[in-house]
Nanobody, 122 residues
Framework: VQLQASGGGLVQTGGSLRLSCAAS????????MGWFRQAPGKERELVAG????????YYADSVKGRFTITRDNAKKMVYLQMNTLKPEDTAVYSC????????????????WGQGTEFTVSS
């Protein structure tokens, strides 16, 4: 599976942005998908995850209630809708694929996508 994230840019505090992750490969629908972020000088953080069928999601406490992860298996896409953005959301965001949620939350990832960066201005 190859992954490519897009949608970064500059947004003001309180604004919204949607990131997209395009996947290639026949087995996309078999993977648990996640979005990670890494801010300058900080550790990489798993912010959201979604199960194969989309029925189960995971959110880090820092984004719960503001971010929504969805997927479209027919289009091989994963999205991260981000609302009420804060300056501390500024980071490089990457999508990732893993066979299970358990592995994903342990950062045991099978495939990483190239990240997309956005900045939330204060």
């Amino acid at each position: 599976v190859q992954l490519q994230a897009s949608g970064g840019g500059l947004v003001q505090t309180g604004g919204s942005l949607r990131l997209s992750c395009a996947a290639s490969g026949r087995s996309f629908s078999n993977y648990y998908m996640g979005w990670f972020r890494q801010a300058p000088g900080k550790e990489r953080e798993l912010v959201a995850g979604i199960s194969w069928g989309g029925g189960s999601t995971y959110y880090a406490d820092s984004v719960k209630g503001r971010f929504t992860i969805t997927r479209d298996n027919a289009k091989k896409m994963v999205y991260l809708q981000m609302n009420t953005l804060k300056p501390e959301d500024t980071a490089v965001y990457s999508c990732a694929a893993s066979t299970t949620q358990g592995r994903m939350v342990r950062y045991d990832v099978d495939y990483w996508g190239q990240g997309t960066e956005f900045t939330v201005s204060s």
